[in-house]
């Protein structure tokens, strides 16, 4: 076989850009429609019949994704190849756009430069999204090809940039042809009639943002009409959106689309089925409505309480949305929000050591877009690094960035927060882009107000518990991190807030720092130890009986309560379980001694316990102290610190890996040159720490000795 290189598009061995991109998009890739671009993106000069483009991707929106290999064009034999990881197509809607039927590709690859493949596509029904089986690939000649049908392909511009299918393998893919033949089998509508929408709060009888799906006979999502939510996801603007499984939805298709208060659109005749949810605090709304022929069907969606948090002094956030604004009164992104009735959006800018993604329009109360009481704010996850976590400050009033020559000091952007008033923290909780090593690095300076601990449908309290049992008051929050995260959307995971007062964004935060606060995929939690709320710190005699009493309760259209635990140094004390199969309320009222100061917590479990699809919800602790002896777990103080000891050393010891940082592409250069200079710059900070670490093993020994 022959092959000649004719243009190296990007990403040669060091993952850097070689053929002058000018933006993080990657060179010929077409202009972001909203803001910069946070993915891999490139465009490829290679024309094919009934193909409009051919990008080269690292995640395709069609459920695939992929990594680090090179993409070129090659000349190969008398085919012109792209060769690399992961393909998007854009099906030329003059060919085909929105149908509903079988489709054959025929793939023509070259079997030596090709791995397993598959291809995802948007389809009908179920979740859209469609996935071939794993084609492995026929060796022995210079081209191979594959033929594969896709099922109930719809072509309706659902992929990244507008595009239609996803081709490759986590080896690559040498793609020398492609060729599209339809079925033409798409069924044509008896006639068409209208649908009108108007959605309210049945309590109040006020209109509500709210989240739809409408699912024909077969399972096809009709395409939402301009009467629906327009929605930034990345810089691709669209109507209808991926609800992943983890997520509670009361349909099983999972296409879903957003309304703000009233829509129109006009429908195949048929029977439909209709769903709405408006976040864990309502009920699911599910009926079967009928259109007819040059009829319109009227309908009022009222949207019934399960809970009403905010009269309880409960005001939900999520800690962590990536979505770009260029205004700060942005309608369309306050619908998506207020939809999924979220009342503190943390609109986060994303930067990295090169750039900045998901930019917002001002900061402070400039930045602040409060309406009927959903607030958009403007925050920061900066820095961010594989090598030592990601960061998140709130309630900022300027924008805190760090150059690439002192990126890796993230202390310098902790204490610029603490210095206007922000709120400060670790993402992921703290465990992924070895967030571990900054917090053991950034909690001993009491930097830290929080850790990001449930997110992607999993709570993990490992990290967090292993810092509060040194004695440090580090609180949990919650994010969805949309759209990332498979992806999600946002309020999947929440944060809620007690408030004294009417709510503000300003008085959510100032609730925040003072402890007043659970997380949440579902459950709602009340706790209290000797009439204190979570959060709070007690001080007391040793011996003193401390009266605890805590509820749980759970939407059961989301899921069913399992049990309510009382958790003491991280250890379960009490349990309650529901005495009947359809209990959605749980109480445990106990008392325990207080024979030394410690933190107590409470956490609620739905049914549904998978590693990463769990319905949880946490509390922040009481912390009760006697006799000012700090909380600590003091039997565990010489393990916990030598294991954050060995993380400061890691920090300092181990190479930096920046083909694992999120936005490689862009990073890699400057981490490989900024790293040993910022890590000699790093290393009196690391000593320090360490040596309060070791002020708090000497406390504790001493206290072991006295006790």
Aim: charged fraction near 25%; include cysteine; aromatic fraction near 10%.
């Amino acid at each position: 076989m022959t092959a000649r290189v004719r243009r190296i598009c990007l990403l040669v061995g060091s993952g850097l850009l070689v053929s002058g991109a000018a933006g993080p998009a990657g060179e010929g890739a077409p202009s972001p429609p909203h803001g910069s671009e946070a993915r891999f993106v490139v465009e490829l000069e290679w024309p094919r019949e009934n193909i409009a483009r051919t990008l080269g991707v690292a995640r395709s929106e069609l459920g695939m994704y992929a990594r680090g290999n090179p993409f070129q064009t090659r000349d190969i034999a008398d085919l012109t190849c792209v060769v690399g990881p992961l393909f998007a197509l854009d099906i030329d809607d003059a060919f085909a756009f929105d149908i509903d039927e079988p489709v054959d590709l025929v793939v023509t690859y070259a079997p030596e430069l090709t791995g397993p493949f598959s291809v995802g596509f948007n389809d009908n029904g179920g979740d859209g999204i469609g996935e071939s089986a794993t084609i492995e690939p026929e060796s022995g000649s210079t081209f191979a090809t594959a033929r594969v049908t896709l099922d109930r392909a719809r072509f309706a511009a659902h992929g990244i940039r507008d595009t239609d299918l996803a081709i490759g393998g986590p080896e690559g893919i040498a793609l020398c042809d492609i060729e599209v033949v339809r079925s033409h089998a798409t069924p044509v509508p008896d006639g068409y009639g209208t649908l009108r929408l108007a959605v309210e709060d049945a309590a109040s009888g006020r209109p509500v943002p709210a989240r739809f799906g409408l699912y024909d006979e077969t399972g096809r999502a009709p395409l939402p009409s301009e009467r629906s939510v327009l929605v930034h996801r990345f810089v691709d603007e669209v109507r209808l959106l991926w609800v992943n499984p983890r997520t509670w939805w009361p349909s099983e298709h999972r296409l879903a689309f957003y309304v703000d208060g009233e829509y129109e659109a006009r429908l195949p005749v048929g029977s439909y089925e209709l769903v709405a949810t408006r976040g864990p605090e309502y009920r699911g709304y599910e009926r079967t409505i009928e259109v007819r022929p040059d009829e319109t069907t009227d309908l009022t969606v009222s949207l019934e309480r399960y809970a009403n948090l905010p009269a309880e002094g409960w005001y939900s956030g999520d800690s962590h949305v990536h979505i770009a604004r260029e205004h700060a009164e942005d309608d369309a992104v306050w619908a998506q929000i207020a939809a999924e009735d979220i009342h503190v959006a943390n609109l986060l800018e994303m930067g990295n050591i090169a750039v900045t993604h998901f930019k917002q329009p001002a900061w402070g109360e400039a930045g602040q877009y409060v309406r009927e009481g959903h607030a958009l704010v403007s925050g920061q996850e900066d820095p961010r690094t594989v090598h030592r976590g990601h960061t998140i400050h709130h309630n900022l009033q300027r924008p805190i960035r760090p150059d690439p020559e002192s990126y890796f000091l993230y202390h310098r952007v902790f204490e610029a927060s603490r210095a206007q008033g922000g709120i400060s923290g670790y993402a992921h909780m703290g465990q992924l882009f070895n967030g571990e090593r900054g917090l053991a690095l950034d909690v001993p300076f009491d930097l830290v107000d929080f850790i990001e601990v449930l997110q992607g449908g999993r709570l993990y309290d490992d990290i967090w518990y292993s810092f509060l049992n040194l004695g440090f008051n580090v609180r949990p929050i919650a994010g969805a991190d949309y759209p990332y995260f498979g992806p999600t959307l946002p309020g999947v995971e929440r944060t809620y807030v007690k408030l004294d007062g009417p709510f503000a964004p300003n008085e959510w935060y100032n609730a925040y720092r003072s402890g007043h606060t659970y997380v949440s995929n579902g459950p709602f939690l009340e706790f209290r130890v000797n009439g204190r709320e979570m959060g709070s710190e007690l001080r007391v005699a040793r011996g003193q009986s401390l009266e605890i009493v805590t509820e749980a309760s759970l939407n059961p259209d989301i899921d069913r309560l399992n049990r309510l635990e009382l958790v003491v140094h991280g250890e379960v004390v009490a349990t309650a379980t529901p005495a009947s199969a359809d209990g959605d309320r749980l109480r445990l009222a106990t008392e325990i001694e207080a024979d030394e100061s410690l933190w107590v917590a409470v956490r609620a479990f739905g049914d549904r316990d998978g590693e990463r699809d769990m319905t949880v919800a946490h509390s922040a602790p009481v912390f009760v102290v006697v006799e000012d002896d700090p909380w600590w777990k003091l039997e565990a103080v010489p393990e916990l610190v030598a294991r954050h000891r060995a993380k400061l050393q890691e920090l300092l010891t181990e190479p930096i890996r920046p083909a694992g940082d999120l936005e490689y592409w862009e990073t890699t250069r400057l981490l490989e040159e900024e790293w040993e200079p910022q890590r000699l710059r790093l290393e009196p900070r690391v000593q320090e720490a360490d040596a309060r670490y070791q002020t708090l093993l000497d406390r504790a020994a001493a206290a072991a000795t006295s006790s």
